[in-house]
């Protein structure tokens, strides 16, 4: 009994070592007063997590200066309170490279990560549907006067919409339902005629595509892309 015992005892060590080991390898970004990043540069191997320490008086985040083919950030943290710390969503994720970040609330704060050749990143999870914006020229959409998209969804009944901002304006381009077979495709939104005029006044203007797919049985997802035209 008592042998078993101590056998149960070393193996919880053993665990609660390589609980530790695991946590040890993550990186730690901190941010400190005033406004700046400890750190300019932070290094982590492929498929390890990060966190933002806040040692300053004031609210951060960490925000990836790039985006993904959704337009959202690759990395992100949460806005965390002074003395507070919160993980940095999806770092994890990256492959070798360099990634610029920063505090979405204070411009200036800024600094990298850097991602080693090391080790191996989790795979990103793929969403069920996606839509990319694949028209580039501006003149060219309002001259067709149809934004071209590409989507990807199992099959599933579509909902495909999309709006422009261009300065303080926001436009509403119209919308269509769409009946999906499933993979990836293309998908042409025709303007409507008061969505062209406003356009055809603007030299650039940021495109955004919405697409809610319904996929049955109270089942729905939503997804946005976003590109800017000139």
Not at 53 to 73: E, F, L
Not at 144 to 157: D, F, H, I, N, P
Not at 171 to 186: N, R, T
């Amino acid at each position: 009994m008592i042998a078993a015992v101590r056998r149960g005892l070393a193996a919880g060590v053993i665990v609660s070592l390589l609980a530790a080991a695991t946590a040890w390898a993550d990186e730690t970004i901190t941010a400190r007063t005033p406004n700046a990043f400890a750190q300019a540069v932070t290094t982590i191997d492929q498929g390890e997590k990060v966190t933002l320490r806040n040692m300053d008086i004031a609210g951060h985040d960490v925000t990836a200066a790039k985006t993904g083919d959704d337009g959202k950030p690759l990395f992100r943290s949460e806005l965390i309170s002074p003395g507070g710390s919160g993980p940095v969503q999806g770092t994890e994720y990256l492959t070798t490279g360099t990634y610029p970040f920063v505090c979405s609330v204070h411009p200036g704060m800024d600094a990298t990560l850097e991602v080693t050749s090391q080790g191996t990143p989790v795979p990103r999870p793929q969403p069920g549907v996606t839509v990319k914006v694949v028209s580039r020229d501006l003149q060219r959409v309002v001259k067709s006067g149809k934004l071209k998209l590409k989507v990807r969804s199992s099959k599933a009944s579509l909902v495909v919409g999309a709006r422009a901002k261009a300065g303080k304006s926001s436009i509403a381009l119209g919308s269509k339902k769409v009946k999906w077979d499933g993979g990836a495709g293309p998908i042409r939104l025709k303007l409507s005629d008061s969505a062209r005029k406003a356009l055809r006044k603007k030299n650039r203007a940021k495109f955004i595509a919405t697409v809610t797919a319904n996929h049955g049985g109270g089942h729905t997802e939503r997804t946005t892309a976003r590109r800017t035209l000139d």
